[in-house]
C-alpha cells in the first residue's frame, strides 16, 4: 500500500488526540503529516485491524428491535461481540445519549464507544445542484469522527455516534426507483457531464461507515450497474477496505482538505490532510473518480499563505491522472451558537478559530437554532481570494462551485 495506513493513533488511546489532565481531548501536537502507523495486513481488512478496533471501540449497541433482528443488524452486532445491546423505541429519542446534558465531557468518547442501529422511516430524495444532482436517503447518521465544526449534530445534540441505518435494501430499492423515472441525464452541468449524481454521505462518513457494516459496499456496488448515475461522498477518513470495491468510476470520493494546521486542531479523530491527499492516486487507480472539499474554509490570520502552502502541495504530489479528473468544491465555514457553546466546554481552543462575531453574521433557522456564516462581503472577498490561490497554485483544479 504506497501511502501510510490510517486510523487512529498506535499510543494504545481510543482517540486519536491526547487527553488533558481532566480527561478532555486535546488535539495531538505534530500530527498531521503522513505518520509511520503500520498498515494492515495485505488481505485482513482494514476494519479488522487494531487501529480500526481503537477508533471504535464499541462498548453499547442502542437497537431498535426489528433493526437488531435484520441481517445488517445482526452483522453490525457479531462484529461488536463484547458490546451491550439495549433496546430502544427508536434510534431518534434515546434517553441519555441525544442532547447535550450530561455527556458534553464525555461526548467525543461516545462517538466511539457507542453505535445506534436503526431501521430508516423517511425515504425522500432531494433535490441538491450543488454538491450533487440529488441528496440520497444516506445509509447513516452521525460519525466517529469529531470535527468541531460538524454540522451533522445540529438536530441530535451533539453527543452524536454513528446511527447505521440497517434497511439498506429499501434505501437502494428506492434509489433504482428514483433514477428509473428520471431517466438519463438531459444535459451536463457542473455536477456532471452526464450521470446523475446522488450524495451518499450528507449525514455522516461513508468510509467509517465501512468500519461497521456493508452499507458503503452495497451502495458503491448498486452504482456500479447504475450506468446514468454515480455516488459520490466526501471523507475525512482514509479507509483502504475501499479499495477493493470495484466501483467502475460510479462513485465519486471527495476527500476533504484544509490546512493541516486547522485539521489538528479542528478535525479531531481524522486521518491527517497528507494521507488523504496520498490516497487519491490509490483510490483513482481502485476505480473511484476523485475529487476534493476545500472545506470548510476558515479565516484567520495567515490563512491565504496557508492555503496557498496547501494547493502548492496538491500541485506537486498529485499525478498527472488524478489532476486530470479532479475538481473541487470550497465551502465557507458555517457554525452554530449551540455547538459554539458545546465546544467551549471541551475544546476551546477550536472555538478561537471558528467563532468570530467580528466575522461572522446570524441566521435563525427553522428549529430556532443560530446558524452563522461569514458576512456576506467578508465571504465574497474570500471565495473570490480562494478562487486566485487556486488559479496560481493549483491551476489544473476546476472549482465545480463554491460558497
Ligand atoms: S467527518 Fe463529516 S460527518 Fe464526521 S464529524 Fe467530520 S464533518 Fe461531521
Redesign the pocket.
Known amino acids: 500500500m504506497p501511502y501510510p495506513s490510517v486510523g487512529p493513533d498506535s499510543s494504545g488511546s481510543d482517540t486519536l488526540f491526547d487527553l488533558d489532565a481532566l480527561g478532555h481531548p486535546v488535539p495531538a501536537e505534530g500530527g498531521g503529516g503522513p505518520s509511520p502507523r503500520p498498515a494492515a495486513t495485505e488481505g485482513d481488512p482494514f476494519r479488522d485491524s487494531a487501529a480500526a478496533r481503537r477508533l471504535l471501540p464499541v462498548r453499547t449497541v442502542y437497537a431498535e428491535p426489528a433493526a437488531a433482528a435484520s441481517p445488517r443488524g445482526r452483522e453490525v452486532l457479531a462484529r461488536f461481540p463484547e458490546a451491550e445491546v439495549i433496546e430502544v423505541d427508536s434510534h431518534w429519542r434515546i434517553p441519555g445519549l441525544y442532547g447535550n446534558e450530561g455527556n458534553l465531557e464525555r461526548w467525543v468518547r461516545v462517538k466511539g464507544e457507542t453505535l445506534v442501529l436503526g431501521e430508516r422511516k423517511s425515504l425522500a430524495t432531494r433535490p441538491n445542484g450543488r454538491s450533487a444532482d440529488w441528496i440520497a436517503p444516506g445509509p447513516s447518521n452521525g460519525?466517529a469522527?469529531?470535527?468541531a465544526?460538524?454540522y451533522?449534530p445540529r438536530r441530535k445534540g451533539y453527543a452524536n455516534p454513528i446511527t447505521v441505518f440497517t434497511n439498506i435494501d429499501r434505501i437502494i430499492g428506492h434509489l433504482g426507483r428514483h433514477l428509473a423515472r428520471l431517466g438519463p441525464k438531459p444535459e451536463a452541468n457542473q455536477c456532471d457531464p452526464s450521470a446523475w449524481v446522488y450524495d451518499i454521505g450528507e449525514?455522516?462518513?461513508c468510509s467509517?461507515d465501512a468500519l461497521v457494516c456493508d452499507n458503503t459496499a452495497d451502495l458503491v456496488r448498486a452504482f456500479r450497474r447504475w450506468p446514468t448515475a454515480k455516488a459520490s461522498f466526501?471523507t475525512?477518513?482514509v479507509n483502504p477496505d475501499l479499495l477493493a470495491l470495484d466501483p467502475r468510476g460510479r462513485t465519486r470520493v471527495r476527500f476533504s482538505l484544509m490546512p493541516p494546521q486547522d485539521s489538528r486542531l479542528l478535525?479531531l479523530r481524522?486521518s491527517p490532510v497528507d494521507e488523504r491527499i496520498a490516497a487519491a492516486a490509490d483510490f483513482l487507480d481502485a476505480g473511484y473518480e476523485v475529487h476534493f472539499n476545500l472545506s470548510p474554509v476558515v479565516l484567520r490570520p495567515g490563512w491565504e499563505e496557508d492555503w496557498a502552502e496547501l494547493l502548492r502541495r496538491l500541485d506537486d504530489v498529485l499525478p498527472e491522472r488524478v489532476k486530470r479528473q479532479a475538481a473541487a468544491e470550497v465551502i465557507m465555514l458555517t457554525h452554530n451558537r449551540e455547538l459554539h457553546e458545546v465546544n467551549l466546554g471541551w475544546h476551546p481552543r477550536a472555538e478561537e478559530l471558528l467563532w468570530q462575531p467580528a466575522l461572522q453574521q446570524g441566521k435563525r433557522s427553522e428549529n430556532g437554532a443560530l446558524n452563522v456564516r461569514y458576512r456576506n462581503q467578508v465571504k465574497a472577498d474570500a471565495v473570490r481570494r480562494l478562487r486566485e490561490l487556486v488559479a496560481a497554485h493549483s491551476p489544473w483544479l476546476r472549482i465545480r462551485y463554491a460558497f
Open positions: 460519525c469522527l469529531a470535527c465544526y460538524c451533522v449525514n455522516g462518513d467509517v466526501a475525512k477518513f478535525d481524522t
